[in-house]
């Protein structure tokens, strides 16, 4: 049972999804307890836990003996554990948290988590399982590996989150079209309809159309996995008075293009945020 289904959830990302809806966390809880009490997971050691991103598909539910429950569809919880602190998506807010390794080999720590501050709607009971995974870091005492699973354990070994790694996807290459952004108002707004925003990274240049006219701007990566710097924005000088606010849309969206300081991915969507977690823009692919 063990190895039918570690090796279902050590298969491809689509079909990891397909393997944690199948399986439910009751499912799985009944194969990681069979995992502690027979000793399948390795010895942990910093480097199976630090650097990569980590996909969740389970987290412990409320309260510190809470079943394992899956990640809800069209929800990303993610984590990556780099230099003392873990930092991801909690399926709504943007999280970060320390943490330390000190206390033996697969000892982990982590300490208060602070997060973005928004509130979502959609998907039902996406804010419950946001409180319940970021509770379940915090009970964390220890971490665990089963091929390419990452178990965090509380103290009594109860699993209360398993991660698999992070899938790689790329900021630059496909044509991105704008959902929301920021209007410059402390306000994260739709894409007017009948309008169409859209970014191409490529070769240290942003470019597209901001609603009416077409821009660009020079951009960097560094200085850390998730890191990017928007330089200063140029456009064409069009005015399009259809459909109504088309404009100030336009000067809001390339306001807020060089206050991006990170970027991360959100299922199939990317996000741009500022230092503090504020959302700069949110895109989906499927631009022409």
């Given at each position: 049972?063990?190895d039918s289904e570690?090796?279902?959830?050590?298969?491809?990302?689509?079909?990891?999804?397909?393997?944690?809806?199948?399986?439910g966390?009751a499912?799985?809880?009944?194969?990681l307890?069979?995992?502690?009490?027979?000793?399948v997971?390795?010895?942990?050691?910093?480097?199976?836990?630090?650097g990569?991103?980590?996909?969740?598909?389970?987290y412990?539910g409320?309260?510190?003996?809470?079943?394992?429950?899956?990640?809800l569809?069209d929800?990303?919880?993610?984590?990556?554990?780099?230099?003392?602190?873990?930092?991801?998506?909690?399926?709504?807010n943007?999280y970060?948290a320390?943490?330390s390794l000190a206390g033996g080999?697969?000892?982990l720590?982590i300490g208060?988590?602070?997060?973005?501050?928004m509130?979502c709607?959609?998907p039902?009971?996406?804010?419950?399982?946001e409180?319940?995974?970021?509770?379940a870091?915090q009970?964390?005492?220890r971490?665990?590996?089963?091929?390419n699973?990452l178990?965090?354990?509380a103290?009594d070994?109860?699993?209360?989150v398993?991660?698999v790694?992070?899938?790689?996807?790329?900021?630059?290459?496909?044509e991105?079209?704008?959902?929301?952004y920021?209007?410059?108002?402390?306000?994260?707004?739709?894409?007017?309809?009948?309008?169409?925003?859209?970014a191409?990274?490529?070769?240290?240049?942003v470019?597209?159309?901001?609603?009416?006219?077409?821009y660009?701007?020079a951009?960097t990566?560094?200085?850390?996995?998730?890191?990017?710097?928007?330089?200063p924005?140029a456009a064409?000088?069009?005015?399009?008075?259809e459909?109504?606010?088309v404009m100030?849309q336009?000067?809001?969206?390339?306001?807020?293009?060089?206050?991006?300081?990170?970027?991360r991915?959100e299922?199939?969507d990317?996000?741009l945020?500022?230092?503090?977690g504020?959302?700069?823009?949110?895109?989906t692919p499927?631009g022409?």
């Amino acid at each position: 049972m063990i190895d039918s289904e570690f090796g279902a959830l050590a298969a491809p990302a689509r079909a990891r999804r397909r393997a944690a809806v199948r399986y439910g966390g009751a499912a799985l809880g009944v194969a990681l307890t069979s995992v502690a009490a027979a000793g399948v997971a390795a010895p942990a050691a910093a480097a199976d836990l630090e650097g990569a991103p980590w996909l969740a598909l389970f987290y412990a539910g409320p309260g510190p003996a809470g079943r394992l429950l899956p990640v809800l569809p069209d929800t990303e919880v993610t984590a990556t554990f780099q230099r003392g602190v873990v930092s991801g998506a909690a399926g709504c807010n943007s999280y970060s948290a320390g943490y330390s390794l000190a206390g033996g080999p697969d000892a982990l720590r982590i300490g208060p988590v602070a997060s973005t501050q928004m509130a979502c709607a959609e998907p039902p009971g996406v804010m419950q399982q946001e409180a319940a995974y970021l509770g379940a870091l915090q009970r964390t005492m220890r971490f665990a590996t089963v091929g390419n699973l990452l178990l965090l354990q509380a103290a009594d070994g109860r699993v209360q989150v398993a991660y698999v790694p992070q899938p790689e996807r790329s900021l630059e290459g496909p044509e991105w079209l704008a959902i929301d952004y920021n209007n410059g108002s402390g306000a994260v707004v739709s894409v007017l309809a009948g309008t169409r925003i859209t970014a191409r990274f490529a070769d240290g240049s942003v470019a597209g159309t901001a609603g009416c006219n077409s821009y660009n701007a020079a951009y960097t990566l560094g200085g850390g996995p998730d890191a990017l710097r928007i330089g200063p924005v140029a456009a064409t000088r069009m005015a399009c008075a259809e459909p109504p606010g088309v404009m100030e849309q336009e000067a809001a969206y390339l306001a807020a293009l060089p206050t991006a300081q990170s970027y991360r991915f959100e299922g199939p969507d990317l996000v741009l945020e500022r230092a503090g977690g504020a959302r700069v823009a949110r895109y989906t692919p499927g631009g022409s």
